[in-house]
């Protein structure tokens, strides 16, 4: 007989496998867990990010970039720095300015500046020749009411230059974060949506750039502190956190850094004093906030775990069919 029965076998067997099929897509639960500082750098290679290529990044942006309003003034790049190092890699972080009690604390973060600007100052870091680049910028625009419906072109002249200074670079490109101005805010979803065919167009045409989504639901009112803007510590920290899935998901697009002279990525990345899990914790603490099932998501840090489960499911079902 053909037939959906449910079998308890087949129902244990649902309940034990996902947690053993978590601890494969996570050998050694580093996601969770964070690592152990005890392992060998060869150990560590396996483990990294970007063929264990040294990751010569440029934050580039606005304030939130830059860290405004954090407590350390790190913003997302002390955890994020700490979580690639602790995986690995050699990280470099480049920018004309420093912002931070971390160390290795170069960016280019410009508060108060539009798109435009901000264009202007990447100037100063493109010759470093980035090999990621993780630019946010837009919130002044929005801000302004500043040619809203035309900011996205704005940012796309930006990626354009910047590949064009640096062909081989990965870009990643976030949403912005919600606002609390209601202004600034309907403007922002304007722009995230423009922004998102935008990088889906580029994508297409095979350019090595992609999105990472701060205006999801694990983002709310609740992450910006008292300005309305610029996100409290916990918002920084999972923002941290969407930075680097979007680097894992670009990691087997990243290349080598291109030799400049006067750089030593593997000088700067072999601090690892910045090393820390803060990051992982972030899903562990819900600040406050009730986890919505999209927030889950983004702290399992992939669809792979609940694909396994839709998997495992179906696989169920079969064999009940077969058994039955
Ligand atoms: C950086 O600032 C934070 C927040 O004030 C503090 O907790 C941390 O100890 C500081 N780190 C260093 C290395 O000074
Ligand atoms: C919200 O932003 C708009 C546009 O920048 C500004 O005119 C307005 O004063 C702001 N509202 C509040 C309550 O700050
Ligand atoms: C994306 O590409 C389509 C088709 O080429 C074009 O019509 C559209 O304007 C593009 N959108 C953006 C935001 O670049
Ligand atoms: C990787 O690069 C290819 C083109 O070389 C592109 O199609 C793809 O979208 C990129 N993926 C990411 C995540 O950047
Ligand atoms: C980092 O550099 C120091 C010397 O500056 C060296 O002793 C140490 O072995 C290096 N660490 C790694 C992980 O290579």
Known sequence: ???FRCRPSALLL???IPSLWA????PGGQWFEGGSSSLSRRELATRSVAQDYPLRILCLGASITFGFHSSSGNGFRYA???KLVEQGNDVNMIGSLKGGNMSNNHVEGWTGFRI???AQKAELSLPSMPNLVL???GTNDMKQNFEVSTAHLRLGQLIDRIFHVVPSTNIIVGTLPPDSNATAEANILIFNTNVEKMIYNRTMQGQKVSLV???SDWFSLADLGADGTHPTDMGYLKMSKVWYTGILAASGNISAPVEVKGINDYKAGNDSSAAGTAMDVVCQTTNGQTMSTAQKLQCSSSSRIPLVNICLVL???????YIS
């Open 213 to 215: 989504d701060f205006h």
């Open 315 to 321: 696989g169920i079902i079969i064999i009940n069919i």
């Open 116 to 118: 435009s600007q901000v």
């Open 23 to 26: 601890s494969l897509i996570d």
């Open 14 to 16: 649902f309940l034990f």
């Open 1 to 3: 007989m053909f037939g």
């Open 80 to 82: 994020l720095r700490g």
């Open 135 to 137: 630019l946010l910028a």
